[in-house]
């Protein structure tokens, strides 16, 4: 009988923030590739694209004119998801056919005037200005009586359904917790009220000893490829400290964390030498104006490639069936990438 290998048997993980498994299948790895490759996207964007809806001093499509910024710049989406009215309702008491109304606000973050420009190639103290306006949108629109949850995120790249490639994030606050943040919210508190301590900050401190999926670290943060991830080069970055949410973070925390996210960004592109896609996004603590200590400030990075800059991992069959599965152990990845250079490779071609 062979001795375990997590690089070489397939086993089940678990993951305690959504309270589900994982399927990890190392030896797939090795199977040749006969499937889809993506196009790798142009990355000879000028510095400002009058045709970009985005850039400064441009017009929208909805008629309104960019302001003419110079760093960030902020507005309610033009195509939101969510809209901010009440509207009357009748409540149907029918359990198999439960529905309610979703108020909420969108926005959109541009984080440069820069068309050309991702957070991988700005400058740390750009992406501090970034932090701030985050920081600034989750004060007010929390603020709000019928707005409990703020999520804050990026989708980059047209394989992640980013419909404008200028540097851009946003913001989605609604009524209610989003599904994804209701299990987290769940399984922190569970954990807190037994342990009385935060669940994350108990697992980043065995992560920390143990260095086996840490890509990188600061002061303040970590990054490390969770040991339950699901996409190939998933990463989670976590405050060494705990806090519940961004406005909690101190001057020192904001600057390291402003390093971490150019550092983790930029590893990305040297992976494969292309712009990296992925959707990424900040988990904390609800506005609902109740008290959360079992909350710990934590982002997700999921990018979608798993072999090149043209192959991405699809979340098909078994894993829409059955449960999430991948081809890579964690610790492989994050051996990957932490062995990847913080200096972007775009560098060496100037």
């Known amino acids: 009988m062979q001795t375990f290998n997590t690089n070489e048997h397939p086993h089940r993980r678990y993951n305690p923030l959504l309270d589900e498994w994982i399927l990890v299948s190392p030896h797939r790895a090795k199977r040749p590739w006969q499937g889809q490759k993506e196009t790798i996207a142009e990355d000879n964007r000028p510095e400002h694209d009058e045709n970009c809806y985005l850039c400064a001093g441009n017009m929208r499509s909805n008629g309104v004119k960019n302001d003419n910024y110079t760093d960030c710049f902020v507005f309610e989406n033009d195509f ?29 973050v541009c984080f440069s005037p820069k068309h050309n420009l991702t957070l991988a190639e700005m400058e740390q103290e750009a992406i501090e200005k970034v932090i701030q306006v985050w920081k600034e949108q989750y004060i007010e629109l929390g603020s709000k ?84 991830a699901t996409w190939p ?11 519940g949410n961004i406005i909690a973070m101190t001057n ?6 402003a390093e971490t996210l150019k550092i983790i960004t930029t590893k990305y592109d040297n992976l494969f030498e292309t712009s990296f896609p992925y959707s990424s996004g900040i988990h904390q603590a609800p506005t609902d104006r109740v008290a959360h200590p079992e909350w710990h400030f934590h982002m997700h990075f999921y ?48």
């Open 80 to 108: 939101s998801a969510l809209l901010q009215e009440e509207v009357s309702f009748q409540k149907n008491d029918n359990t198999l056919f439960q529905l309610k109304p979703e108020r909420g606000i969108n926005k959109v």
């Open 145 to 228: 009586d019928f707005i409990n949850y703020v999520q804050i995120f990026e989708n980059k790249g047209s394989v992640m359904g980013c419909s404008n490639p200028h540097p851009h994030g946003q913001i989605w606050a609604q009524s209610s917790l989003p599904t994804q943040v209701e299990k987290t919210q769940k399984n922190l508190e569970n954990y807190y009220k037994k342990n009385n301590t935060s669940l994350l900050k108990e697992y980043l401190d065995y992560e920390l000893k143990a260095q086996e999926r840490i890509v990188f670290e600061n002061e303040y943060f970590a990054v490390v490829v969770p040991f339950w």
């Open 233 to 243: 080069y998933e990463t989670m970055i976590i405050s060494k400290r705990h806090f």
């Open 252 to 257: 020192d925390e904001t600057k390291a964390f």
């Open 303 to 350: 990018p979608p490639l798993l072999r090149s800059a043209t192959v991405k991992k699809f979340m098909v069959g078994y894993e829409m069936l059955g449960e999430a599965q991948r081809d890579i152990a964690p610790e492989q990845s994050a051996s990957t990438l932490r062995n990847l250079s913080i200096l972007h490779y775009k560098t060496n071609q100037k």
